[in-house]
């Protein structure tokens, strides 16, 4: 077990090799994570940042107390080599989740996000905001990012949503029944 201080976990991702991951749809994007603490299990392919943890990339962003990385391992083809990071599989954020991304807001206890899926799933007392339109309420929420494709269940209760209209130019047109306002006459020239 190693333990850095928080200068290094900003610069560490996970360990050495490449690494190839998403938060949101943007895998080519880099992933910059700040902790106040890292813990770098190389010999199990994860590492646990702790403390303050935000994890951003492009226009997306994680923030937690606790975010565990793993990752899939290449095969031990040399001592060197033995334990090098493939590619992250999963981030596991526990306690004070805020996923983000243009327009949305998941508030949760727990999430997964699952790579090869591009899915996160997060649970606990759910609430998830998508920009001035929607609050909804549940106790789990499954979105597929690239997809922007939500499901919300309740494990139980019942899901609750709160849905604002978008206001647009209405007043100039007439409520139904009602007669078009009158325009005051036109001023001879």
Do not use: W
């Not at 526990?94 to 799933?121: M, S």
């Not at 997060?122 to 929607?134: N, P, Y």
């Amino acid at each position: 077990m190693m333990k850095y201080p928080a200068t290094l976990a900003a610069a560490l991702l996970l360990f050495s090799g490449a690494a190839h991951a998403q938060l949101g749809g943007r895998g080519d994007a880099p992933i910059f994570v700040e902790s106040d603490t890292l813990q770098g299990f190389q010999a199990d392919g994860r590492a646990v940042y702790e403390g303050n943890v935000r994890a951003t990339q492009g226009d997306s962003q994680l923030t937690t107390d606790k975010l565990t990385a793993v990752c899939s391992q290449t095969a031990a083809s040399s001592a060197a080599a033995a334990g090098a990071c493939e590619e992250i599989r999963s981030l596991i954020a526990e306690n004070n989740v805020l996923f983000t991304a243009p327009k949305l807001q998941i508030k949760g206890d727990r999430a997964e996000y699952d790579y090869p899926t591009d899915t996160i799933t997060i649970t606990g007392d759910v609430i998830m905001t998508r920009d001035k339109e929607a609050v909804i309420r549940g106790k789990k929420v499954v979105y597929q990012v690239s997809a922007g494709l939500a499901s919300i269940s309740s494990s139980g209760d019942r899901v609750q949503a709160i849905l604002t209209p978008q206001q647009s130019d209405r007043s100039a047109q007439p409520a139904p029944g009602q007669p078009a306002p009158s325009q005051p006459p036109a001023r001879p020239n």
